[in-house]
Every structure is written in C-alpha cells, then in structure tokens.
C-alpha cells in the first residue's frame, strides 16, 4: 500500500470508530432520564437547560443533546438540582423520613445530639429507609450511658452532673469507639450536659482533632445575658484553635438571638486566620427543645431574651404556656416551641452567604416543629422567591454543596457525572412550605420529583415507598 493510500485508510478508519462511538452514546439507554430541565448545580455554577442519564444510581451524564431511558422525566419549566442535604435532623424514623422526602431532603443526618453505639444504630436502617442517614457519635448519650442518666434523646437527670477523671476517661472511649465505626464526627450538645467542665470539652475537641474530624456544636449558653452567646462562642472558637479541630456550630439565630450578625462576624473573623469553622440555620422564628431539659433551668427566661411562659407553645396541642402549665410540663417532660428569634435575625442568617440551612426538625406521630417538614421548601418559597433575600443559586448552595463539603462528600450535592443521584426537582413559581405549629405534619408543595440514589422516592408529587433506596452514609 502506497503511503498516501496508507494515510487516507487509518484516517478514515478513525473518522468510522469516532461516528461508531459517538452513535453507542447516543443509543445508550440509561436507567431513568430527566429531560429539558433548568439544572443548577452550585458545586460548578451550572445553570442552563440540561438531560441527565442515570445509571446504577449514579449520574452517567450531563448533556445538552437528547438521551434515551428506560424512564424519562420531561420536567420542562422546572428546576433540577442536587438532593438537599440535612445536617442536623433529630427525627430519624420512617415517619421522618416522608415528610423529609417531600421536602427535597435525600439525606438527613443526626449530627448535634449523634448516637451511641453507633454500629447498631447504622444497621437498624440500613434496607429500611427511604432516604440517605447517618450520625455522629455524641457526647449527649456517651455521657449518659456511663452517668446511667434515665432520659432518651437528652439528659433528664444524671447524665447533667459532673464527671470523675475515670467517668471522663469512659465516655472518651466511647467517642472513640464510635468514630471507628463509622460515625460522622463528634457531636457537643453542651448546653444539656450543664456540669460539663471546660477541660471536659476541650478533651473532646482534642480527640476530634486527633481523628481529623468534626465537632458539632450545641453551645453552651445563649441569649446576651452573661455568660452567653458571646462568652460560649469564643469558649468553642478558643477550643478550636487549641486543638486544631474543625467546628461546625448549630442553630446559630436561636443561640445567637439578636447578636447574631455580632457571632457571625467572630465566625468570619476566625476563618480569615486559618480556622475550620462553618455554621447553620432554620428559616423560623421559634426554636423547639425538651421542656425537662437542662435549657430551662432557673434563669432561662433571661438567658432567652426576655421570653415570657406565653412565647412558650406545647407541641402536642398548639397551646401556649402559662406558669402553671410550664411547671406540670417541666415535670413531665415533651417538646415545647421556644418563639424567640425576631424575623430580622432569621433574615441576617438567610442572605448570609457562609450560613447553611438545617432544619433541627423532629416530628413524631405527626406532632412537633414545621422545621421537621417544611425547611428547604419555606427557604425556597418565602425567602428566595417572595422575599428575595438571596439568589437561588445561593439558596441551594446552602442545602446542597456546602454541607456536603463539610462532610467531605464528594460524591453529594453535585449534579456531575459520577456523583449519587440524588436529585431534587421542584417548581419555583409554586414550591412552599405548608407545615405551621398548628399543624405541622403537612408536606410541602411544588416538589414533583425527588430520587434517591437513583430511584424515584417521590413520583408526580406522590411517595414511593415500594422500596427503600435510602443508605447510610459513613465516616
């Protein structure tokens, strides 16, 4: 063969396998398609009219040319974007779980309170759950376990006391034990462990840092009395930079109140000098926690901001306090809403590019805080499109991308090829939050679509649940 003739063939035999390649993907047929949506993907600042391909619960492709699915979803006129991740979810049952899905939620996690052991607590839910879960190991039930406190989610007696070198000793290797199996950092709910010294703390943020992980953080007072917000803000920001640990605090508009914007300037402050600190909101004006927790111990009126037993509202019935009432509640113990954040904080919070949005929600048997159903849809609805207080984009970078890096999940809170398809789509010009504290077990609206590793957990605005895609997600 002559060497023109030579060259002419190995071109045009590329030219043929490039055209065969190019039709393979084409006729490639994935699991599910969504077709002819707005995706917006913070992660890259993608925002433009895309198909996605799934495959094997993964994302296969991103593309601008048309795809064929054993499924397809035309969802033309809506919005496409990463499942929204929830860092701070109390309410980790089934019950939970549906009001999360219809939120937008793909993973909920119990990060502040955690659990302990941790192993069981994974295996309890793995093959059972609707979306994605996982937890720290906490400092809360570790110290209960040893003190032989007799409360459940929080400490009702025992567990609030003071701790002996040896006691101390216990619940650190409990945390330890934890993190090897899995757990997603520490969490501190230092405000219920009263008695919890400071070396007591410090020892678990030094122990955090040993593991190169995470410590999130209830703090220890709030409200601008001293010892406060300000005082236990630097008490863990301090903690942090004699450790080296990396700190996430919680709820930072009910602890902060209306020094807030004040926290929030130290926490940017701290991470212009170098350290690892990221905090959160919920868009409400009323916090919820146990009535017969350590958070009302004499002077929490004050430590609240002035609050009065009326700003007091009892989850089971709607009913608001009185002293009488709060001293037959405080006996028996049960949720109560605390409504003492002022609507211009929970603004502050919202348009505040570094603040992640987390709910704090539990809800059971349909009783609890509209937090539990309604988060990302009321962040969505009320203060990105009525109120216009942030962008979309930054509205979902806050429930996508930027818990998922604190995380340190790569393949969450994308919309990119290889990450977990998880997906969340939803009508901007209808999608709201319908949950009150009235009433709180009421879905949101506007949010058709909702998949979960791949699998449809929410179809044409309807639950799925003929199967459970949900997996634990794990150090």
Request: glycine letters at 10%; a neutral charge.
């Amino acid at each position: 063969m002559f060497p023109i003739v030579q060259l002419v063939y190995h071109v045009q035999m590329r030219l043929l396998l490039a055209l065969f390649a190019l039709s393979g993907l084409s006729a490639q047929q994935y699991d599910l398609v969504i077709a002819n949506g707005r995706v917006m993907d913070p992660a890259s600042g993608l925002d433009a009219a895309r198909n996605i391909g799934i495959k094997d619960g993964k994302i296969a492709v991103v593309s601008t040319g048309s795809l064929s699915g054993k499924t397809v979803l035309d969802v033309k006129g809506l919005v496409v974007a990463p499942g929204f991740i929830d860092l701070h979810s109390h309410g980790q049952t089934p019950e939970s779980y549906r009001f999360k899905a219809r939120d937008g939620v793909t993973t909920a996690l119990e990060m502040e309170v955690g659990v302990s052991p941790v192993r069981p607590w994974y295996a309890e839910r793995e093959g059972h759950a609707l979306i994605n879960f996982g937890a720290t190991v906490g400092h809360i039930p570790t110290r209960m376990a040893v003190l032989h406190d007799t409360g459940t989610l929080l400490p009702r007696d025992k567990g609030t006391g003071p701790t002996t070198p040896a006691q101390r000793r216990q619940v650190i290797e409990l945390l330890e034990q934890g993190l090897g199996e899995g757990a997603l950092g520490i969490g501190l709910g230092i405000a219920y462990v009263t008695d919890a010294t400071r070396a007591e703390i410090f020892e678990v943020f030094q122990l955090v840092s040993r593991h190169k992980q995470t410590a999130y953080v209830h703090m220890r007072s709030s409200g601008p009395v001293e010892p406060g917000a300000i005082d236990s803000l630097q008490e863990v920001l301090a903690d942090t930079a004699g450790s080296g640990a990396s700190l996430h605090i919680v709820h930072i508009t009910s602890t902060c109140l209306n020094e807030t914007s004040l926290c929030l300037d130290m926490i940017e402050g701290s991470r212009k000098r170098g350290l690892d600190v990221t905090t959160e909101a919920y868009p409400y004006t009323a916090g919820m926690t146990d009535i017969s927790s350590a958070i009302f111990a004499e002077g929490w009126q004050q430590r609240m901001g002035g609050v009065t037993y009326g700003d007091l509202q009892w989850a089971l019935t709607g009913a608001r306090l009185t002293a009488e009432t709060f001293a037959q509640y405080r006996k028996t113990g049960g949720m109560v809403a605390i409504h003492s954040i002022p609507e211009s904080v929970v603004r502050t919070a919202m348009s505040n590019p570094t603040v992640m949005v987390a709910s704090d929600g539990i809800i059971e048997e349909g009783k609890g805080h509209p937090r539990a159903a309604g988060t990302c849809a009321r962040v969505l609805g009320r203060y990105v499109r009525e109120q216009k207080v942030m962008t979309l984009m930054d509205a979902l970078r806050k429930m996508t991308v930027m818990p998922a890096d604190r995380l340190g999940l790569s393949a969450k809170g994308r919309i990119a090829v290889g990450a977990d398809a998880d997906i969340t789509v939803f009508d901007l010009a209808h999608i709201i939050d319908k949950a009150t504290f009235e009433k709180p077990a009421q879905y949101s609206e506007g949010i058709p679509y909702v998949l979960v590793n791949g699998r449809l957990v929410v179809n044409a605005g309807k639950l799925d649940e003929t199967s459970f895609p949900g997996r634990g997600v794990r150090r």
